[in-house]
């Protein structure tokens, strides 16, 4: 029986166009410009006499019949990358990671050069966002984010659960303070959504409630940590995403009382770690990060 197939860059174009329901974020994950994409696509069309997508005002959309044929050549397509890279001796390819911000520029970054020479022939593109990218549409193989007290997501793993703990530059504090409402004698860095002092100031003992100042400070977590880098205030914050700026001395621990506000998480979509370019990556952020689920790291 002969197999009537269309070209597999073909395929291949409108499966990451139907994906994101965009040319242009099929084009950038391909490597390809946003006409060769068009192209393929449209040429599928003719040759399948079909409409696969619909174009609208607010962009594009799959048709009735490109929904139906996605659905179809998506397993396809990762059946075959499957097998491919089961026949291959190293691991390589690309690995899209979609992460929160701090957990990115304060952990992850630093760390990539290590897994790059461990695996130099595995490419990670990753993107920083507060936006959590849809593993289940594939929108990227792996997503990291904090997730808070009795949250969850299927298809995950924790990376880390460390403890919160204040923390200072030493140009602002040079020792630890030797009671806790000695630290409301400086400003007190806060999230623009977290209410952790409070807790801390509870757990830590000694200072009424009504004593925690209210904060003029708001700002998102990556941005908290470079204004106490720079001397600003006391952040409260897990341990992990400072570790490397306490082991260069440019962050002091100014207290052992901390609690657990949630952890950091790993998600991925249905059969994506059958890829060995992302298991590898993602068993080695489980391993890097051992220390810090088992408490083992203070």
């Given amino acids: 029986m002969v197999l009537q197939l269309p070209p597999l860059n073909a395929l291949r174009a409108f499966e990451a166009a139907g ?4 040319f242009s974020r099929a084009a950038e994950e391909l490597g390809v410009s946003h006409s060769s994409i068009s192209r393929h696509v449209r040429g599928l ?6 409409q696969l997508f619909r174009d609208l005002p607010r962009g594009l959309e799959l048709s009735q019949y490109g929904a139906a044929y996605l659905a179809q050549v998506s397993p396809a397509l990762e059946a075959i990358a499957f097998a491919t890279e089961g026949l291959m001796e190293v691991p390589q390819g690309t690995v899209w ?9 304060k952990w992850l970054v630093p760390r990539l050069g290590a897994f790059k020479e461990l695996h130099p022939d595995v490419e990670i593109r990753l993107e920083a966002s507060r936006q959590l990218a849809d593993v289940a549409r594939y929108e990227t193989d792996l997503a990291i984010r904090f997730v808070g007290p009795g949250g969850r997501y299927d298809n995950s793993s ?13 140009s602002l504090i040079r020792t ?6 000695d630290l409301l004698n400086y400003p007190l860095l806060r999230d623009r959504t977290s ?3 409070n807790l801390w100031f509870e757990l830590a003992g000694g200072v009424d409630p009504d004593e925690v100042p209210e904060f003029s400070w708001r700002m998102s977590s990556h941005l908290e940590v470079e204004a106490a880098l720079s001397g600003q205030g006391v952040l409260l914050i897990s341990d992990e995403v400072v570790a490397d700026e306490v082991a260069a001395g440019r962050l002091v621990r100014l207290s052992d009382v901390g609690f657990r506000e949630g952890g950091y998480h790993v998600l991925h979509g249905e ?9 590898v ?8 990060t051992e220390g810090w689920r088992s408490g083992q790291i203070r």
Avoid: C
Wanted: glycine share 6%; no cysteine; charged share 25%.
């Fill in 271 to 279: 059969g994506v770690l059958r890829r060995k370019a992302v298991r």
């Fill in 176 to 181: 630890p303070p030797s009671a806790p409402r």
């Fill in 45 to 50: 069309e003719d040759r399948l006499g079909v």
């Fill in 97 to 105: 990671v979609n992460s929160e911000t701090l957990f990115a520029t």
């Fill in 158 to 170: 924790l990376i880390s659960d460390a403890e919160l703990h204040p923390y200072a530059s030493p």
């Fill in 281 to 288: 990556f993602h068993e080695w952020l489980l391993a890097e």
């Fill in 19 to 22: 994906r994101y329901e965009s």
């Fill in 195 to 197: 209410g952790t002092w």
